[in-house]
């Protein structure tokens, strides 16, 4: 999807998905694209509870170089454990009344629906940006 001057036109709330340390730097750097005048940029990571963040043992390193990449682009970091990342996506994107959502592409895990299929259908009214990974 591309950037318009509609987007820029109307204060909007950006939350942007990241699920690993080398991709959330593209996807910050989008949702801030995307965000106009007076917009939020809400990044968010989420991971199953006993999972770690960012896929990596050094949690610690990798949540100060996510709160660095927020902090630098002027975003709001949270920082989820749950034991549905969906459903806590979603309440999440309700709570804080998401026009757009920032998320890369992924795979089939398992066989399953992509998740940003599953969060299309029950965030309708949300406009979804899939950001494809860098070569």
Not at 119 to 129: G, K, S
């Amino acid at each position: 999807m591309k950037n318009t001057a509609q987007d820029n036109a109307a204060n909007k709330v950006i939350m942007v998905c990241v699920t690993g340390q080398r991709s959330c730097d593209q996807l910050i750097a989008r949702g801030l694209e995307r965000a106009g005048q007076g917009s939020s940029v809400h990044v968010v990571h989420c991971v199953e509870t006993g999972r770690n963040f960012l896929n990596t043992p050094f949690e610690s390193d990798a949540i100060e170089y996510l709160f660095t990449a927020a902090q630098i682009a002027g975003a709001e970091l949270s920082l989820i454990r749950s034991e549905d990342v969906e459903d806590a996506l979603v309440d999440f994107a309700k709570d804080k009344d998401a026009n757009i959502i920032v998320l890369g592409a992924a795979g089939r895990p398992n066989g399953k629906e992509p998740l940003v299929m599953r969060l299309q259908r029950r965030l309708p009214e949300v406009e979804f940006d899939v950001v494809a990974a860098r070569g």
